[in-house]
């Protein structure tokens, strides 16, 4: 049966998906399973980079269905961090559940990932993939990766290449992104003003359908330089709060 779309859902997932027809039936089914019909209410967006095959006519099918399931549609492909950054922009939850469409991250992780959010009341809480399913050079270079980047940014996060992450919106709605800074949202989500950091592990699963979309040593070198960009912005972050208002009406 499909479900009530609440008007302001709770929680908005954020999905990038590119050329993922094969797993975006299941994936679907497995939120709507985590989940049910809440609470907390929910709704699904799936952000469509531009895919190449059957995945939008799924998405679309799928909201007819379901009004808790949303899709964005790119007129052409713009990467992962466009996609994130346009969920971010559209979502009506007051918190973001990021995740991957290609089934490694589990949906049956995201109310356990909820419920740590509210009883620490944190601001972002990140998933570290345990018993990693992926080949030794992948794990290897992640591993490099998230070393450099936390030696040159200060930020503790243990593993920024799992997907599957929780935010309040407010940190994420107007971060500045720009191409392949998607790895870096737990360092940016601070710079937004984020203070109650959550780490916590999640399931891994092996990919069983599709191709991975990003290949390991183009991703861990294009990786490094940003950590570059990543520094200046942090060094240059303006990071002013309000203490006190007076006048108006």
Known sequence: MAGVMADHPAVSLVVPVYDEEENLPDLIDQIRAALGDGPPSWELLLVDDGSRDRSWEIIARRGAADPRVRGLRFAANRGQTAAFAAGFRAARGELVVTLDADLQNDPADIPRLLELQREKDADVVLGVRARRND???????????????????????IDTGCSLKVFRTRFVREMPLFTGLHRFLPTLARMQGARRVEQTEVNHRPRTRGVSKYGVWNRLWVGLADVKAVTWMQKRHLGYEIAEESGGE
């Open 135 to 157: 080949s030794l050079v992948r794990r290897w270079s992640s591993k490099l990766a998230n070393g450099y980047r936390r030696w040159r940014t200060g930020d503790d996060a």
